[in-house]
């Protein structure tokens, strides 16, 4: 059973920097991609970015290329987003997913993740 809790959410004014954090048990990498989606007020949940399972190769939306690093830690069961250069348009609830998908990761939409964190929530504002 995958279980996923995320942390590290809050307020940052633009131009700031947050790490997220998501602690995962359940999680095999060889058959589990995991990674960010958020969420903002009245849009649907998007990717941020993931992991491809087996491969391990990282997939970032064009929103956040260059500015988001997302990173993952098989030791710890860990998995972070560090995210640099904040803009009030990264504002929303920040999700951590995982599912067995076999493809890259970045090819599938958040209807096709079945194992969710509770979500934190990311502000970005003056």
């Known amino acids: 059973q995958v279980h996923l809790v995320e942390s590290g959410g809050g307020l940052v004014h633009p131009g700031g920097s947050l790490r997220l954090s998501c602690a995962f048990s359940?999680?095999?990498?060889?058959?589990?991609?995991i990674g960010w989606f958020r969420q903002a007020p009245g849009k649907e949940r998007e990717m941020v970015s993931c992991?491809?399972?087996?491969?391990?190769?990282?997939y970032y939306a064009d929103s956040v290329k260059g500015r988001f690093t997302i990173a993952k830690d098989n030791a710890q069961n860990t998995m972070s987003l560090q995210m640099t250069n904040l803009n009030p348009e990264d504002t929303a609830v920040y999700y951590c997913?995982?599912?067995?998908?076999?493809?890259?990761?970045?090819?599938?939409?958040?209807?096709?993740?079945?194992?969710w964190g509770q979500g934190t929530q990311v502000t970005v504002s003056s």
């Open positions: 997913a995982a599912e067995r998908l076999s493809l890259t990761c970045g090819l599938y939409q958040a209807h096709e993740y079945r194992n």
């Open positions: 359940g999680v095999t990498s060889y058959y589990h991609a």
């Open positions: 992991i491809s399972a087996s491969s391990g190769n990282a």
